[in-house]
């Protein structure tokens, strides 16, 4: 059964630092991995989607990587702003629906 | 791009009252929709799979009589939450697929029971 992990839960980081926010999963036969954003209460919006054979997508300020191999990926911020405080989710496709992370909750302080 | 929509946003109910919530996709259709549920700090936990015209598949641990799946279209899929209890009180996002691969999330159903 896939388990996705995200490291870490929550990141407190000044205005105008570069982050990464890291994303683990157990079964490496996936078909895509995709970042989402969750602001509170709200629904998601899809941030990048990175298919099993490419090795990264960039979307602006942000950069994810993955290495299916290893079942890792990581979503890079640059240059980050008080909008960007968000919960970020990873979510990995294989044989199922998309099995979700528990998020890191960001905080961007200004 | 692809839109999914809920209704309604928000619900407020009492213990023991039927809830239904709607999940449509709006410029294409929908083979295939999901309904996911995430409780506070939680992440999103699919609870079943439906394809339209036929019998929901449930994940194990959710009541298939308890929650109520609908997919009588190929734009629209409904859930509802048979005598509902306080400890059901969740956020429900649903998710639609068409013929490609993408999962389109709609912006989730906030569900309290008093």
């Known amino acids: 059964k896939q388990e996705v992990t995200q490291i870490p839960a929550a990141l407190s980081v000044p205005e105008g630092e570069n982050l990464v926010l890291n994303c683990s999963f157990t079964?490496?036969?996936?078909?895509?991995l995709q970042w989402f954003r969750q602001d509170p209460g709200k629904g998601l919006t899809s941030l990048l989607l990175?298919?099993?054979?490419?090795r990264e997508q960039t979307s602006g300020r942000l950069n994810a990587s993955l290495d299916k191999s290893s079942g890792r990926s990581t979503l890079y911020i640059a240059a980050s702003q008080p909008g960007d405080s968000a919960t970020y989710l990873c979510?990995?496709?294989?044989?199922?629906?998309?099995?979700f992370g528990k998020g890191t909750r960001l905080s961007v302080i200004a | 791009g692809a839109v999914v929509s809920q209704h309604p946003s928000w619900v407020i109910c009492k213990s023991g009252t039927s809830v239904k919530i709607e999940c449509r996709s709006l410029?294409?259709?929908?083979?295939?929709m999901f309904w996911y549920r995430q409780f506070p700090k939680q992440s999103l936990m699919l609870m079943a799979t439906?394809?339209?015209?036929?019998?929901?598949?449930?994940e194990q641990g959710v009541e298939k009589d308890k929650f109520l799946i609908n997919h009588a279209s190929l734009t629209l899929s409904t859930l509802t939450v048979t005598s509902a209890h306080p400890e059901d009180s969740s956020f429900y996002i649903c998710?639609?697929?068409?013929?490609?691969?993408?999962?389109?999330f709609g912006p989730g159903t906030r569900l309290l029971v008093l």
């Open positions: 998710s639609a697929k068409g013929a490609g691969e993408t999962q389109y």
């Open positions: 079964d490496s036969a996936i078909y895509n």
């Open positions: 990175i298919q099993s054979s490419q």
């Open positions: 979510a990995v496709r294989g044989n199922t629906p998309l099995v």
């Open positions: 410029d294409f259709q929908a083979t295939t």
């Open positions: 439906s394809n339209e015209g036929s019998k929901a598949t449930y």
